[in-house]
């Protein structure tokens, strides 16, 4: 077998490697930029292929999954994009809907939490690109380290920006209570 066939088969080896274990996160950050199921799937498949075709460009200067992470939020929004101007956040509100209608003692604090919920959701639709993929990305649990690496800003700069945003969110939700 010639280096070139090795050569591509240890790509393929090593992309079926990474989308085996990085499935979910990819779905994941798909979906916050995108609320359509189909407009979702398109993503997903154009985050696949910026992988394939930047793998052998991956220098390993950083963890695996940190560069994944990087590829799939930089990817999405580069796709969201392209069908609407304005990258938002989406948060499925499915089950507190469902819960809502079938527990009718907690109909009240269930829709208040939902309300919440609409509200938070508006919120995050209005912060910037940046701000988006940062949130994004807590919400993915992943370290100030590992959003610092993934957005290639500082650590410091990374806490600042989380810290204004739950601030500035804190303040346009509690406002919007009174």
Known sequence: MSNKNKNKLNKESLFNKIVKENHERIERICGYYNSNAEIRKDAYQEVLINIWNSLDNFRGDSAISTWVYRVAVNTSICFSNKSIKQSKIYIDLDTQNLSSIIDEENLRAKLKEEKQLEKLHHELNQLTIIDSALISLQLEG?????????????????????????????????????
Do not use: C, G, W, Y
């Open 142 to 178: 992943l370290s100030i380290k590992e959003i610092a690496e993934i957005i290639d800003i500082t650590e410091a700069n990374v806490k600042v920006k989380i810290h204004r945003i739950k601030t500035l969110l804190k303040t346009k939700l509690n406002s919007e209570d009174q």
